[in-house]
């Protein structure tokens, strides 16, 4: 049913539907996915490792978490070359602002700016949309720290948590019951990871499995952009109960 | 010869600008405004060219405006300045404004600035600026009186010792001036200096 209408990008079907827009948002559906939860003192995106080979050289590089500017941060979920793209582009944005008004780029207007550039994948050039959702985490002197989420239509919505990737719409119920509005980062941590443990296929959570990172105020008022390194993690799983902890082999 | 100059009060500053629109040796009129409202608190105040001044003073005004509507939240002063000196230095190389600027706002956050911007898109932020032959006295004047954290009474008192030796020493002194000021309440004229007022025409 409306097959004819699935080829060209950027033409409704009658039914009033962008079809390509939403195959690409079941793309992402069979992605990784990435939780963020806005605490009330810093804004923590969790995802998961889809490629988890013991060969994978896995040296300063991340898979989910990218840094877009000093104070901007986000966790992709879905084609990651698709995401490359847009991250790069999202970095020259971000340049180009600070580069004419000498000031960091307010996170609303980047994560703007991005969808801008995605929407006119939906809209012209006979090009298919980016098969990429994104959560934004960031900290501007107007409304401080705050959590955005994007789709391949380009539409964002600023959000106090929200999940993408895989089983999106379960992390996101669990995460509508548990959160609270005076949730701190390390509460926002433990709940992140409870919320994965449980939306996740694997049987088991390990570090190699995930990548955790906090974007936060430092006490000299810098915005931290930080990744959490396997070994941190690893007791973090273990302190939300959401591993055992590992038991000496005799 | 036009005469442009500003300070940093307390909490406020003051900018002040000659009123002559001269062609050659015609003088078109002598209450030409060219201190414009950037937005609600903040004044640029221009000299050069007349129609780059217009042009390129609106073109900032609308592109703040516009930022404004976009965005729901208003340029600081040091964003908008650094906005206009990039304008000025992408268009120096290629067809360049013959415009000098002071920029004076009022920010909530860090109160009042002044930035000088020149017409080879040079950006300072100052405490005290001038340009035109004027800024010879207008200059001298503030490096002896200016002191930081001044009042407006106090302000206002230096700018009219600078007004006062424009008028006496420079040789084809501009007759009036008018007197802009920005504070936590918002931009607006504080008041003309005049010499030489302009006769209305004969009534028939």
């Known amino acids: 049913m409306s097959r004819r209408y699935d080829s060209r990008t950027t033409i409704f079907s009658p039914e009033g539907r962008l079809h390509q827009v939403e195959y690409a948002m079941e793309a992402i559906g069979n992605a990784g996915s990435a939780i963020g939860i806005l605490a009330k003192d810093g804004v923590v995106l969790v995802g998961e490792k889809k490629v988890t080979s013991k060969l994978l050289q896995t040296s300063t590089s991340t898979e989910k978490m990218y ?6 941060a986000c966790a992709v979920a879905g084609i990651m070359s698709d995401a490359n793209i847009l991250i790069n ?34 809209q012209f050039g006979g090009l298919r949309p980016f098969g990429v959702s994104f959560l934004f985490a960031g900290w501007d002197k107007n409304y401080g720290l705050q959590l955005y989420m994007s789709d391949p239509s380009g539409n964002y919505g600023g959000w106090k948590a929200g999940a993408i990737g895989a089983n999106n719409q379960a992390a996101q119920s669990i995460l509508k019951q548990d959160y609270k509005d005076d949730i701190t980062r390390e509460e926002a941590v433990q709940l992140a990871l409870k919320v994965l443990s449980k939306t996740m296929d694997s049987t088991s959570l390990t570090s190699e499995k995930l990548e955790l990172a906090e974007v936060f105020l430092s006490p000299s008022g810098k915005v931290k952009y930080q990744v959490c390194s396997p070994e941190n993690l690893t007791k973090l799983l273990v302190k939300s109960g959401v591993t055992q902890p590992a038991t000496d082999t005799a | 010869m036009e005469c442009v100059f500003g300070l940093v009060g307390n909490d406020f500053a003051i900018v002040v600008a000659d009123t002559s629109a001269v062609h050659s040796i015609l003088v078109h009129k002598s209450n030409e405004d060219k201190i414009m409202f950037l937005d609600s608190h903040k004044l640029i105040a221009a000299s050069g060219e007349p129609g780059d001044r217009v042009q390129f003073t609106e073109y900032i005004q609308k592109n703040v405006a516009l930022y404004q ?11 908008a300045a650094n906005f206009t000196r990039g304008e000025l230095a992408t268009a120096l190389r290629k067809n360049p404004y013959s415009v000098n600027i002071l920029l004076a706002g009022y920010d909530k956050e860090t109160g009042p600035s002044l930035y000088y ?88």
């Open chain 2, 69 to 79: 509507f976009r965005n729901g939240i208003p340029l600081t002063t040091s964003a």
């Open chain 2, 117 to 204: 911007i020149d017409y080879l898109a040079t950006l300072h932020k100052l405490e005290k600026g001038a340009f035109g032959y004027g800024s010879y006295f207008s200059l001298s004047m503030m490096d002896r009186h200016y002191h930081s954290g001044m009042s407006v009474e106090e302000a206002i008192d230096l700018v009219d010792k600078c007004i006062n030796e424009i008028r006496s020493r420079l040789v084809v002194a501009p007759p009036n001036f008018i007197i802009k000021i920005v504070d936590k309440d918002g931009a607006r004229e504080y008041a003309w200096r005049q010499s030489v007022a302009d006769t209305p025409a004969p009534s028939a």
């Open chain 1, 89 to 122: 582009t999202a970095r020259i944005q971000a340049q180009r602002y600070s580069f004419a008004y000498q000031e960091p780029m307010p996170v609303e207007q980047l994560v703007q700016s991005l969808c801008d550039t995605k929407q006119g994948y939906t």
């Open chain 1, 67 to 72: 840094k877009i500017d000093d104070h901007v």
